[in-house]
């Protein structure tokens, strides 16, 4: 029951939305964007409300947020102006106090109309829109979403080597830290860089050589634990360290471990060669910083 009164009050606010904008002569065109309309994303009762609102003149709704007191009463807010978006809209991000979350995008009539006439759909549109207001034909021109942009893509054999080689180089940078007894630098180094930039992707293309090429995991491994097995997910899970210099190790060799199995099997189903010469150093590196640290 919670759950569902959760929905309940998104679906009055996104109602009270409308309701604002329909009265609200400077508002052109409302789009419902995002998880809510796109089929391949999870949606429960946490999911935001994504909206964009196109105004005539958007200046005066950027300035002032006290418009979005007309759907709820605000506990926290993110305001982003046109510069942080190459001055094509702007952003109010708003927490309410019945925890409910909308992301407003602000556009103007102007900058809209260039973003539909563009040759390609917005990667923000191809992931799914619904029109829900439109006063005067401006959406007639959007192409229709091909929800295809979240969809993992297999990797060139140049991508694939990069990835595998920065990922071996920075586990270096983690074991310097954990010998010098850094852990600040060595959790930005495994969690920022090395899980981020390397281990994610890795775990994707396993997923998706595994799907043939045609799903998604949603943003960052949110649905990680969904397509993987209770044996990999595990293994996964080790990854993963605590605040001390003997689970940072841990947790760096377990990356280590899914990285040397993934990337072995990936290279087998993609026919690229993996680099095992380099893992087999780098292995040799990381053990005898490990046996230095322990001395």
């Known amino acids: 029951m919670k759950s569902a009164g959760k929905i309940d009050l998104r679906d009055q606010r996104l109602k009270a ?9 400077d508002v052109r065109v409302v789009l419902l964007t995002s998880s809510l309309v796109n089929p391949l994303a999870p949606v429960d009762e946490f999911s935001d409300i994504d909206i964009e609102i196109i105004f005539e003149d958007n200046a005066e709704y950027i300035l002032d947020n006290c418009w979005t007191h ?12 046109e510069t942080c978006f190459d001055h094509k809209h702007a952003m109010k991000m708003v927490l309410y106090d019945d925890y409910g979350k909308v ?5 103007s009539k102007p900058n809209f109309i260039k973003e539909v006439n563009r040759s390609e759909l917005d990667k923000d549109w191809d992931i799914g829109y619904k029109i829900l207001i439109d006063k005067e034909g401006l959406t007639q021109g959007m192409k229709q979403p091909t929800y295809q942009v979240s969809i993992i893509k297999k990797p060139g054999e140049a991508k694939f080597r990069q990835v595998l080689n920065d990922f071996w180089w920075d586990t270096t940078y983690v074991a310097k830290c954990l ?4 852990i600040f630098f060595a959790k930005f180094m495994s969690e920022n860089n090395i899980r981020t930039d390397y281990l994610i992707p890795l775990i994707e293309w396993y997923i998706a050589s595994q799907h043939n090429w045609d799903i998604t995991t949603n943003k960052y491994g949110r649905l990680f634990k969904k397509h993987l097995t209770a044996t990999m997910w595990k293994k996964v899970e080790q990854t993963f360290s605590g ?4 689970d940072n190790w841990n947790a760096l060799f377990a990356m280590a471990d899914l990285v040397g199995e993934i990337g072995n099997e990936l290279s087998k189903m993609l026919d690229y060669e993996y680099p095992a010469k380099l893992e087999t150093d ?14």
Request: aromatic fraction near 12%; glycine fraction near 4%.
């Open 243 to 246: 605040g001390s210099i003997a």
């Open 103 to 107: 992301d407003f995008k602000l556009y």
């Open 70 to 81: 007309f759907f709820g009463n605000p506990i926290a807010m993110v305001e982003e102006d």
């Open 17 to 25: 939305i409308m309701n604002w904008s329909e009265k609200n002569n």
């Open 282 to 295: 780098i292995r040799k590196y990381l053990n005898d910083l490990k046996a230095k640290c322990l001395l």
């Open 179 to 182: 010998v010098r007894d850094e």
